[in-house]
């Protein structure tokens, strides 16, 4: 198993370009996750998509767009970006096992977004 | 709203010794899990420890360690016998119902040969 994989690993943009972020997962976990990890800020939850077919908004959602294709597949898309969306975006997922049982995040690589 | 809150943005222990991070939360939730992740320089996010908060006996992997207080809404780490491979940022995470996480802001934790 790969895991959660993520695609790019490193990228420049400039101010205005657009991109999407890809994610895949082969654990069939139900929910995904992307957040944004800023120099003493932690992570910061932008969407994340608790079942195939819903998203929802996080803590910092603005300038970024999510699509759930399906199980396996989270995409996080900039329209315009902008230098304060330069950071480390990690992608996530889990599965809820009730009571007890694994129930944590598993993270991808995580990509290095550069706007310049 | 939920919030996680690590007080301590640095720490450094030497090798062989003992070092507690701290993690405070805020919630009005009953039921939920409390999580510590682990950040090498390699990037990675690696689990190292969770606990969940039904349960009152602390959670334990190898040398590290919980010691989790409810009431006071307290969940700290404590790591044993460091190692040089246990330097990196700790994140403190909590889980509610809904399968929602909020991360704290990190400790920076350096084991000095």
């Known amino acids: 198993n790969a895991g959660v994989t993520q695609t790019p690993k490193f990228q420049v943009l400039k101010t205005g370009q657009s991109m999407t972020l890809q994610c895949a997962q082969d654990?069939?976990?139900?929910?995904m996750y992307w957040y944004r990890q800023d120099p003493g800020m932690g992570l910061r939850l932008i969407y994340y998509?608790?079942?195939?077919?819903?998203?929802d908004k996080g803590e910092v959602p603005n300038g970024y767009n999510v699509s759930r294709l399906n199980k396996r597949e989270f995409s996080l898309r900039l329209e315009s970006a902008a230098p304060s969306q330069t950071s480390v975006y990690f992608c996530?997922?889990?599965?809820?096992?009730?009571?007890?049982?694994?129930?944590?995040?598993?993270f991808g690589p995580g990509t290095r977004l550069t706007v310049l | 709203a939920q919030t996680v809150t690590q007080s301590q943005p640095e720490m450094s222990v030497q090798e062989a010794e003992t070092v507690t991070l701290s993690c405070t939360y805020d919630?009005?939730?009953?039921?939920?899990?409390l999580f510590w992740y682990k950040q090498p320089p390699s990037r990675q996010m690696i689990l190292v420890i969770r606990?969940?908060?039904?349960?009152?006996q602390n959670a334990t992997e190898n040398r590290f360690s919980v010691n989790f207080q409810k009431a006071a809404k307290s969940f700290s780490l404590k790591i044993s016998d460091s190692q040089l491979g246990d330097t990196a940022m700790y994140f403190c995470a909590f889980m509610k119902s809904g399968n929602q996480f909020y991360f704290g802001t990190g400790t920076s934790l350096t084991v000095i040969p």
């Open positions: 654990m069939n976990h139900n929910s």
């Open positions: 996530a997922s889990s599965v809820y096992h009730g009571a007890s049982g694994s129930n944590e995040q598993f």
């Open positions: 919630t009005s939730e009953s039921n939920y899990y």
């Open positions: 606990q969940e908060a039904y349960k009152q």
């Open positions: 998509s608790a079942s195939e077919g819903t998203t």
